[in-house]
């Protein structure tokens, strides 16, 4: 019998920016990249859908995909992509680990991107397993139709000032130290442009 508990901060809203902090609420084992707080990105329900996941990964792995300290683990959503659950445990159909891993993307807009084209795929898989005995491998989120409209959340139109830190960002020594100002008049972004570096600081080992 399968029982989904713990709602105590489940919030129905359509999306929300979840600010730099050294709190948050929740088990950091479960927790998308933007809902740590350290990536340009906003919470929607996309967020939900890599938290199913990482518990999907654990049901098949017996495993998490991260795991380690508290700060291990988010520097882990962030920056480092997981090992493939088919290469965990060989008995993991190739079609449950490319959709697992499509859940875990990095970016919200490579991830599923409704639950119902998520539960046609699992079903389907269902379906394979109970008539066939196992899974065959077939193209995944063909019937994951949003009838919605989401803008994507990356920063258009300043490719050239990103490329440019993080040009600088990937000349920088581990044990070297430097600095960079970046001035501009209040209002034309320089705050959203650092931002949107931010994952790629984090990669590096640097912090936000």
């Known amino acids: 019998e399968i ?28 927790i998308a990249p933007e809902q ?16 199913t996941g990482v518990t999907l990964y654990e049901i098949f792995t017996g495993k ?27 008995e993991i159909p190739s079609t449950i680990s490319d959709i697992i891993m499509k859940l875990l993307s990095k970016n919200a807009e490579d991830r599923y991107q409704t639950a ?7 079903e389907y898989c269902l379906e394979n397993f109970y008539s066939r005995e196992r899974i065959l491998n077939f193209q995944i989120a063909q019937k994951d139709l949003s009838n919605s409209f989401e803008i994507p959340q990356k920063l258009y139109g300043r490719e050239e000032d990103i490329g440019k830190l993080k040009d600088l960002l990937k000349s920088t020594d581990e044990n070297s130290l430097r600095m960079l100002l970046i001035s501009g ?24």
């Open 116 to 122: 119902s084209g998520l539960k046609y795929d699992l």
């Open 64 to 90: 998490p995909p991260f795991d380690g300290d508290e700060l291990e683990v988010i520097h882990s959503h962030i920056a480092k992509i997981p090992l493939e659950p088919k290469n965990v445990c060989n």
């Open 3 to 30: 029982k989904v508990i713990d709602f105590g901060i489940a919030a129905e809203l359509i999306n929300e920016r979840h600010f730099n902090s050294d709190l948050f609420e929740g088990t950091c084992l479960y």
């Open 36 to 51: 740590t707080g350290k990536i340009n990105r906003r919470v929607d329900f996309r967020s939900d859908l890599y938290s």
């Open 185 to 208: 008049y209040s209002g034309i972004g320089k705050t959203t442009i650092i931002q949107e570096i931010s994952q790629e600081v984090i990669c590096k080992g640097g912090q936000r």
